[in-house]
Each structure stands twice: as structure tokens, then as C-alpha cells.
């Protein structure tokens, strides 16, 4: 079953590459927070005796990037009005290409090569690492303030997931921290966005350039 959840947590990642609509790709960001929340979960109610540092994680999961993100990003769409990518610094085509290789290098070289002493079972490393690297792309291949900060959350996502993986889950301190920052910057970020658009009139990076002196 934790195969399955870590399975359906790639493909979703690599649909993200698929996508020019910025609403279909906060949904299936949502997707990709509500499969790691299912893992946290079954992590922590799938050994007889329950691990509340996982139950715990879990909710928090579900409530920060399920609920209160999504809605955050959603309201964002609403605001500036721009609901499509309309120009791509990759093409779909290319991006999915991209995605695929990336996954690829993951699953025959940096998991059984480079990180052949780390013992993990199933594909959970290896989708984590997967996952991060493909949020990555998607950060850096998208033109639009909305589009980089799903990337970042959808980066933070695998590193979770990395960290599931490898240790079982952090300290819950640190892991509340994690949760904290990633709220407070998806608001600020959103706050900025918002004025972005408000001075240039468009959420694309790429009219950062006129501030140059």
C-alpha cells in the first residue's frame, strides 16, 4: 500500500509538467499533499501500535497542505486573474521528457549508485529524490511567481518524503518548524505576488528585469 501512495505521488508530480492551467496545477499539488498525508498516516497506524509523532504529521500535513495552502494559492489565481501559463520556458513535450529522464537518472544511477549504502525499502527514495528533482524543474521552467511557488511547495514535498523515507520522520519540533516556515513564506510569497502584479501589471519573472539600473 505505501508503494502504491509513494507511486501515485510521482505520476502526480510528473503530470504537474504537463499542465499550463495554474488551477489544475494547485489541484494536483493538493493531490500530491493529500498521498503524503495517506503515507504519514499509514506509517503511523500500520504497525498494530500507534506512532503518534506520524498521526501527528499527518494532520498536520492534511490541514497545512491539503486545506490551508491550496485555498491560499486558489484565492491568489482569483486576485491577479491569470489562470494559464500562456508562454513556457519549456514545452510541455520537452518538460515531460525532461520529467521522464530525470526520473530515469533517479531510479538507475543516483539510488543504486550514489546512494547504493542507504538501505530503504520499496520506492520511497527513490520517488522522494524523483519528486524533488522534478519540482525543481517545474520551478525553474515556469515564467509565473504562482507557478515557482508550487514548485517549491511541491519540492518541500518530496524532501518530506525523503526524510520518511530515510529516518522514519524528523524530531516533531522540527517538523513543526518545517510546517510553520512553509505557511508563513507561501504567505508572503503570495503577498508579493500580489504586489507584482499590481505594479507591472503581469505575475511573470521575467518583467523583473526592467528594475535593473
Not at 23 to 42: D, G, K, P, R, S
Not at 53 to 80: D, R
Amino acid at each position: 500500500m505505501l508503494d502504491f501512495f509513494a507511486i501515485l505521488f510521482l505520476i502526480v508530480s510528473l503530470l504537474m509538467l504537463a499542465g499550463r492551467s495554474i488551477t489544475n496545477n494547485i489541484t494536483l499539488l493538493c493531490a500530491q499533499a493529500l498521498a503524503l498525508c495517506v503515507m504519514a498516516f499509514y506509517l503511523g497506524l500500520a504497525t498494530g501500535e500507534i506512532n503518534w509523532h506520524m498521526v501527528i504529521v499527518g494532520g498536520l500535513t492534511f490541514v497545512v497542505k491539503v486545506i490551508i495552502l491550496p485555498g491560499v494559492l486558489y484565492k491568489l489565481v482569483h486576485k491577479v486573474k491569470v489562470h494559464r501559463e500562456v508562454v513556457l520556458s519549456v514545452g510541455v513535450v520537452s518538460s515531460l521528457l525532461i520529467g521522464i529522464l530525470l526520473i530515469g537518472l533517479t531510479y538507475g544511477y543516483i539510488v543504486p549508485v550514489l546512494l547504493k549504502d542507504i538501505q530503504v525499502g520499496g520506492h520511497l527514495l527513490s520517488v522522494a529524490l524523483s519528486s524533488i528533482l522534478l519540482g525543481c524543474f517545474f520551478m525553474i521552467s515556469r515564467p509565473l511567481v504562482i507557478s515557482q511557488l508550487i514548485g517549491v511547495v511541491a519540492m518541500e514535498n518530496g524532501l518530506f518524503l525523503c526524510a520518511l523515507a530515510i529516518t522514519g520522520g524528523m524530531p516533531l519540533i522540527i517538523e513543526l518548524g518545517i510546517f510553520f516556515d512553509i505557511l508563513v513564506g507561501a504567505l508572503v510569497m503570495a503577498i508579493i505576488t500580489y504586489q507584482i502584479n499590481g505594479t507591472f501589471a503581469s505575475i511573470d519573472t521575467k518583467l523583473l528585469n526592467k528594475l535593473k539600473g
